[in-house]
């Protein structure tokens, strides 16, 4: 059994909840009774808030004097820290770190953080054990909370929570908030009352982001453990549960292992000292173990498969890049053959258009020779037909010679002029015709060299030709065969995927097929399990009764022996009070005693002195008197048998008084360790009690500050406003504010006060 309960502070939260703050400003009783009106306070965003960098005690100062209140230094001052942390940006990535534990909080102080984390202020852990929340001010940061989202832990140790008017707050935050991951409840009584509890467990059932919920020493019953188990079952995010020193019992522990069959996402229950056998415990962590182990099973899956599926594509990518890369390079080259194709192409298009105006040129010059022959054909047309003519005169000139041989005479003359003139004009023509054959030989051979030149152009036109279609020819054929290497390797590099694919896949199928005999194998275990789950649970049904009355008869006896031993640590303590004040007055007389012993010890010692010295004495009277009297020597001798004797019996009882001495001074010695032990308690509480006091001493002497301040300010005023109208009116200022005939200033009324209040101690303060 567990049931072994850790030692509690006795009535912690009582002693707390039992003080009252005294000597608050009069707006906190006025925003604790008018909590709706103080929370719809409209919210005004700094130009700090809108860029994200919160000045947080400045916020802080500015919605205290917004409720005419004055701000803490001990609260303004972790509000600094964090906002320098920010500013500086040492604090954590998602947010600062806020602590006031141990600080008692007013409303207004609690109203002022809630409207602070109301603008989304960025506080990632907010620490606020052992606080004293007011019920009104809870409320108001618990709205705040509701709207933040940077929140993730929220400490509440130690806050006395038990009654609705906070739980219920509590839950409706739980409903709202999603961000919030860790809420520690330690050191509260929310389970005091079972309907309280149930509207806490109402949120928890919504809530969709609490991780850890810490409810260590919450006087939790077992109606609560089951109400608490039933909205575990709906909520889907809790990891981590810690009901350590409740009273939850065998129900509430049952109701937890009915949930764990339902919800799979708890890897955590601690339940030690609840009053729960060590064997449901033990179940208990054995299927938290299991689980958790099966979570590994499933987590190392799935990083086996990231990791084969990060391999896959790792492989696909760089092949993928070697592809892109020859992709790359035959892109290159192709357009390097299309490069020098198109130069080709242009070159021979400039060719061709060379000879393109060569072939005009050859049309113009041939276009000139033709009109030339036509020329050349013209003369010898006409030369002909001075031939006819010639040959015609010729027969005439027959026919005249014939007919005219008479006038041969006459006609010699006429005729030598005639023939000098046709002589003249016959190499006239000749000379033209030898002209006229010199330039059609030289546009002849002209055009032989164009001819020629005609012929060199077509001779380099078809060997461009040539070498572009051999260029071409090549280009196709490395464009072929790097076609056909491409196609080599994309087909060995596809072999070689379908071939690391195929591993791979062999690979993963073998590891399913290991992955699910393993599992087959915790299948078969948890068969077995089950199995032996069911046959425990038939043991246990069979049990239940026998153990339903065993429990209830133990119980029966424990909270006998409980309030029997709380009667009795109750009668021991008492008696351990009255046997404290009774030792303190034995120990008291015992040292009286004592005191006396040592006297009567000393009276002891002089007289066994004196009775050495008496029998030295008498030893030397007896030395002297041997001689005199036997008498004497006899009536000695028995006198120092009886002092022998007599002092014999006084050492004998100064030996029993000295071991009765030491015995006291250890029972002493450990009253004193106890008294000690007591006293420290005390002093402790005493220094608690008086930090308290000069807190409320410090906060009274700022107030009584600020009241003199104010003196001397209306003082100041009320003198400068004399004066004024002195000038005004020409009358002189009054006797009261002025000074007395040596020029020295009376003293004003709050220096006085001051004075009077410095000169007259202190009264102490009750608590």
């Known amino acids: 059994m567990s049931g072994t309960r850790k030692p509690k502070i006795a009535n912690k939260a009582k002693s707390k909840s039992s003080i009252k703050l005294k000597d608050s400003p009069p707006c906190l009783s006025q925003a604790e009774d008018s909590n709706d009106s103080l929370s719809d306070f409209p919210i005004t965003k700094s130009k700090a808030e809108v860029t994200g960098n919160m000045n947080l005690k400045k916020e802080y100062t500015r919605y205290c004097k917004l409720y005419s209140s004055e701000p803490l230094e001990f609260v303004s001052a972790p509000l600094e820290q964090a906002t320098m942390c920010q500013a500086s940006g040492t604090s954590d990535i998602g947010g600062v770190t806020i602590d006031l534990k141990g600080r008692g909080l007013r409303g207004v102080d609690c109203i002022a953080l809630g409207k602070i984390l109301a603008s989304n202020a960025s506080i990632q852990h907010l620490n606020l054990s052992d606080c004293l929340l007011l019920p009104q001010g809870f409320q108001a940061l618990l709205d705040g909370v509701s709207k933040n989202t940077h929140l993730e832990v929220f400490e509440l140790r130690g806050n006395n929570i038990q009654f609705a008017n906070m739980l219920e707050p509590l839950g409706t935050m739980l409903k709202v908030n999603s961000n919030l991951k860790s809420l520690i ?10 309907d309280a509890f149930q509207i806490f467990c109402d949120g928890l059932s919504i809530n969709s982001g609490l991780e850890h919920l810490d409810l260590r020493n919450n006087q939790i019953s077992d109606e609560c ?9 709906h909520n889907k995010v809790m990891r981590d549960l810690d009901l350590r020193w409740n009273s939850i019992g065998v129900k509430g522990a049952r109701a937890f292992y009915d949930v764990l069959n339902i919800n799979s996402t708890l890897t955590q229950v601690q339940l030690g000292g609840n009053f729960v056998p060590e064997e449901i415990v033990q179940h208990i ?8 182990k099966q979570e590994e099973i499933v987590k190392d899956y799935s990083t086996r498969t990231t990791l084969l599926t990060r391999q896959l594509q790792k492989t696909e990518e760089e092949y993928q890049n070697e592809i892109k890369n020859i992709m790359s390079m035959f892109d290159a080259e192709e357009k390097e053959y299309r490069r020098v194709i198109e130069e080709n192409q242009n070159q021979i298009n400039r060719l061709s258009q060379e000879r393109q105006e060569e072939v005009e040129k050859n049309s113009v010059l041939q276009n000139d020779v033709n009109g030339l022959r036509k020329q050349l054909g013209d003369s010898l047309e006409e030369v002909e037909m001075l031939r006819k003519s010639l040959t015609q005169k010729d027969d005439r000139l027959t026919e005249l010679a014939s007919s005219f041989k008479a006038q041969t005479g006459d006609l010699e003359n006429t005729f030598d002029a005639k023939a000098h003139e046709l002589q003249v004009l016959s190499e006239s023509l000749s000379q033209e015709k030898t002209s006229l054959l010199m330039k059609l030989k030289t546009t002849e051979a002209e055009l032989q060299l164009k001819k020629g030149e005609v012929e060199q152009l077509k001779d380099t036109i078809t060997a461009l030709n040539q070498t572009s279609e051999q260029l071409q020819k090549q280009f196709d054929e490395r464009l ?20 690391e694919i195929q591993r791979l896949e062999s690979q993963m199928k073998d590891m399913n097929t290991s992955l699910m005999e393993h599992l087959k194998v915790l299948e078969n275990k948890k068969a077995d399990a089950e199995e032996e789950v069911r046959r425990m649970k038939m043991l246990l049904v069979t049990s239940k009764s026998e153990t339903e009355e065993a429990l209830a008869k133990l119980r029966a006896e424990l909270a006998e022996e409980h309030n029997s031993a709380v009667k009795n640590h109750i009668e021991q303590i008492t008696k351990l009070r009255q046997d404290n004040e009774r030792l303190e007055i034995e120990v008291n007389r015992l040292e009286s005693q004592v005191h006396k012993m ?3 010890n000393g009276k002891l010692h002089r007289q066994n002195d004196h009775l050495k010295q008496q029998l030295s004495q008498a030893n030397e009277e007896l030395c002297e008197a041997h001689a005199s009297s036997q008498t004497v020597v006899c009536r000695t001798k028995t006198e120092l048998k009886d002092t022998s004797e007599r002092l014999s019996k006084e050492e004998e009882a100064n030996r029993m008084l000295r071991s009765q001495l030491h015995d006291l001074q250890q029972q002493v010695a450990t009253l004193s360790v106890k008294v000690t032990k007591l006293s420290q308690e005390k002093q402790a509480d005493m220094d608690f009690w008086k930090l308290q006091i000069q807190r409320r001493e410090d906060e009274l002497n700022r107030l009584k500050s600020e009241d003199m301040r104010r003196a001397a300010l209306l003082h100041e005023a009320f003198s400068v406003y004399m004066r004024g109208t002195a000038a005004a009116t020409g009358l002189p200022i009054p006797s009261p504010f002025c000074g007395d005939y040596t020029g020295q200033k009376t003293k004003t009324a709050p220096e006085k006060k001051q004075k009077s209040a410095r000169q007259q101690p202190e009264k102490p303060k009750e608590n």
């Not at 453990?225 to 079952?233: G, P, R, S, T, V």
């Not at 962590?285 to 958790?292: A, C, E, G, H, V």
């Open 225 to 233: 453990a089951i109400e608490l188990a039933a909205a575990l079952k």
């Open 598 to 600: 040592e006297i009567e």
């Open 285 to 292: 962590d054995q299927i938290l173990k299991q689980r958790n």
């Open 185 to 194: 409840m330690e050191w509260n009584q929310i389970g005091c009352t079972k």
């Open 480 to 499: 072929r065969q790097a076609k056909e290497s491409w196609t080599g390797f994309q087909t060995e590099v596809e072999s070689a995927e379908r071939k």
